[in-house]
């Protein structure tokens, strides 16, 4: 937290000021200064009590709560999001809808509620996953008319990043001014693809501050066009398409030239060190826009923007709020 914060100070914005789409227009809910910390509360398909009563689970929605405004950012600025903290309830949600998920045969309607506890999600009496609280949604507003909080693009949005969890951070270019934050979709828990149409959907809160990329770094930032994550020591690109393939494509590019432009090299051995060093995988492809990632080690690069060395970071990841 910055200098004079405490957490008993850090402000909130509840859920009740959820947006289904990441809105330039809307006023701010909340406005911070740079690495201010603040909360953000996420609902979740169990708030309101509509899954359990009905199972016309495609009426159902995850929007994004927000926005917040970060002062002194604007269009073009880079800007890192820090998550300080991930905090779920001890209840969480999974559906399948007919003609959604990964699979060739699709699915049926069903949706399963399952208990947290223990730092397990119990799948069923004798099946439990581990807890790894994760921020599926997460991004800044575009300019014009905003995207549906379930689409992906250059501003962020529904990445479903399963790496995106407490200690990481999201860097992402900025279109408008102050920012417009959105974040939402908490998931107790993720595999690659999210392959049958959701996680483990949960209510719940996160921690996060926001500052820009500061100028004697920007050589390398300023090369960012869609959103990067980091993570596990780890700099992962992301990207989005109508196919994993366009989205690949697009991760792969933007890892391509971030590393260039650090390292100096030519495309072609920049591009052979990503063949023998980086993994390109599927981050989400059940959604309209589906996304891609590809992950690099961060000691590849000499850059200070890809380090997640902040003091304010914990790693800590609560079961309850």
């Known amino acids: 937290m910055n200098e004079t914060q405490t957490l008993q100070e850090v402000p909130r914005v509840g859920f009740g000021n959820a947006s289904l789409s990441f809105e330039s227009a809307a006023k701010p809910e909340l406005t911070v200064d740079q690495g201010e910390h603040f909360w953000l509360d ?21 929007p994004v709560t927000g926005p917040v405004a970060v002062r002194e950012v604007n269009p073009g600025d880079i800007l890192r999001i820090d998550i ?15 003609g959604r998920g990964g699979f060739t045969d699709g699915l049926g309607r069903a949706g399963h509620v399952v208990e947290i506890a223990n730092g397990r999600v119990v799948f069923d009496e004798d099946t439990t996953i581990p807890m790894r609280p994760m921020v599926g949604k997460i991004g800044v507003a575009p300019v014009g008319a905003g995207p549906n909080s379930s689409t992906v693009g250059i501003h962020g949005g529904n990445m479903d990043c399963k790496d995106v969890t407490a200690g990481s951070a999201v860097v992402i270019p900025v279109q408008v001014a102050e920012a417009m934050l959105y974040a939402g979709d908490l998931h107790a828990a993720q595999g690659d693809g999210e392959c049958s ?43 989005d398409g109508d196919t994993l393939d366009e989205a690949a494509r697009l991760a792969l590019d933007d890892m391509l030239e971030l590393l260039q432009s650090d390292r100096q090299w030519s495309r072609e051995k920049t591009a052979m060190l990503l063949s023998a060093a980086a993994d390109v995988s599927v981050s989400q492809l059940v959604n309209a826009r589906v996304s891609a990632k590809v992950t690099l080690a961060s000691r590849y690069f000499r850059t200070e923007p890809f380090s997640l060395e902040t003091p304010d970071t914990t790693n800590a990841q609560v079961p309850h709020v």
Not at 42 to 62: C, M, V, W
Not at 201 to 218: A, H, K, N, Y
């Open 42 to 62: 996420a609902r979740s398909l169990l708030t309101g009590g509509l899954f359990e009563e009905t199972g016309e689970y495609e009426k159902l929605s995850i």
């Open 84 to 98: 300080h903290e991930i905090r779920i309830h001890d209840r969480g949600a999974m559906v399948t809808l007919p």
């Open 197 to 239: 149409l959701t996680a483990v959907e949960v209510e719940g809160s996160v921690r996060l501050s926001c500052t820009v990329v500061p100028g004697p770094t920007i050589r390398v930032a300023d090369g960012i066009q869609r959103p990067v994550v980091l993570s596990g020591g780890s700099v992962i690109t992301i990207g």
